[in-house]
C-alpha cells in the first residue's frame, strides 16, 4: 500500500480541513490546489467529503508542474524592477 | 532520585475516571478503569481558516488568532488593503494611505500601527496607526526600512532591521507618538520575526544579506535596554511566520532552502523544539499573528502567491503513557 493518497480539492476556507483531520492524517498543500493525504480511512475520508478527485502521483505531479511553469512563464516575464521582489518559483516534486 | 511528588508537589492519584484534559495538564494520573497510568499534555495542529480576499505576499499584520489583521503587501503592484480575520473570515478594513510591502506591524486589530516597508524604488520612513476603521499617518521612523522585525502595542511598540541594501542595525522604540532610537542589533538582519512586548522581546530568524547563504536561525532578545544573543531557531529561515511572547512563542513556515518549510517550532523561554505539528501548505512572505505558543495564524505567503490561512491551535489532551 502506497503512502499517500493524491488529489486535487479546492481550499473553501474556515474547516476545509480540521485540527483533527492534521491529527489523524498526513496532509500537505501543493499549487493547483493539490493535496498529498496520509493513505488511510479517515485521509481518503476527508479527500471524499471535500469534493476532491484523487489523482495518480504521476497526475498530481503533472498538475503541479503545469501549475509552476506557468508561474515561471509569468516570473520571466516580469520586468528586472518587479523580479527584485519575487523569486522564481521552484518546481516542486511531490513525496 | 526526584520523586514526582517533589516535582509536582502531588502524589500520582489513583482515579476510576479520567479528569478533564484542560484539568488534568502536566499531571501524571493511575486509571483503575483501564490500568495504565496517563497524563495531559498540550497537542498541537495546524488547520484551514478563511482565505483572504486578495492574494499577496509580504503582507504586514499584527493581532491575534481570533483577531488579527492583514494590510499592505505584494500582488505584482504594492497595495493599500487592509483585511480584519475574525476567527473565521477576513473582512475588507480601511485601506493604508501609502501602498507599500514588507510593512513593520504591531498591536492589535483595532489599535496597530505600521511603519516603514518597500516601495519603487525603495525603503520609506512613512508610519499609520489603525483604530479598527482608517489609517492616520503620524510621525515618520528615523530611519527608512523595509522588513524589520516589530513587535508590542500601538503604544509602545520596537521595530529592529530591516532592509535589503544595506541590511540594517537599528532598532527603535514607539511610544505612541514619538520614536526613540535604541542600542543596535547584532548582526544585521531582515525579514526575521519578533514577539514580544517593547521591554521583553525576542528577534528570531531572518537573513543578514539578501542572498540565502545568510538565512539564519539567530535569535536576539531585548529587555528594554539592550540586546543580547539568544537560543537558536533548529530550522534556520527568513521571511517567517512567527508570534507570542518572550517566554511563549512560536516560528513557522518560511524559506530555509532548498525549500520553503512547513516546520513549527516552539518557545519556553530558554529553547526552540520543533512541533510535531506541520504547516499544511509551506510558503514564505507572510503575515503571521498570535498570542503565544499556544495559539497562532499563518496567512497569505508565496509562491505561488497565495491567500490561505492556517491557525495553530493547542489543546490539552489525554495520553495513555507507555514505557518501550
Sequence with gaps: MSLFIYGTSTNTGKNFFSRQNRLDFFLRGYPANVWVIGNNEKGALWLAETNGVEKTKAEAQAIV??????AQTDYDALSDEDRRFLTRPAQVTLP | MTTYKEIFGKYVRSVSSDPPAAAGEGEIWYNTSSNVFKSSVPVGAWSSGGTLSTARSYIGSAGIQTAALGFGGYIGPFTNETEEYNGTAWTGGGNINTSRQLIAGFGTQTAAAGTGGDI??????STEEYNGSSWTSVTSLPQSTSGAGST??????????????PVRTESFEYDGSSWTATPDISPAKLVGRMAG????????GGQSTPGNPSITANQQNYNGSSWTTG?????????????G????????????????????????GSSWSTAPA?????????????ANSSSALLFAGTPPTTGITEEFTATATVSTLTTG
Design chain 2, 120 to 125: 519603487s524604488p525603495g525603503p520609506i520612513t
Design chain 2, 152 to 165: 508590542g502595542t500601538q503604544t509602545a511598540g520596537l521595530v529592529a532591521g530591516g532592509n535589503f541594501s
Design chain 1, 65 to 70: 508542474d503545469a501549475e509552476i511553469t506557468a
Design chain 2, 197 to 204: 512586548t517593547q521591554t521583553a522581546a525576542i528577534f528570531f
Design chain 2, 231 to 243: 537560543a537558536s531557531l533548529n530550522t534556520a529561515r527568513t521571511a517567517l511566520g512567527g508570534s
Design chain 2, 278 to 290: 506541520t504547516v499544511s501548505t509551506a510558503r514564505d512572505r507572510v503575515g503571521s499573528a498570535g
Design chain 2, 245 to 268: 511572547t518572550s517566554t511563549s512563542a512560536l516560528a513557522y513556515a518560511g524559506e530555509a532552502p532548498p525549500g520553503n518549510s512547513t516546520a513549527t517550532e516552539s518557545f519556553n
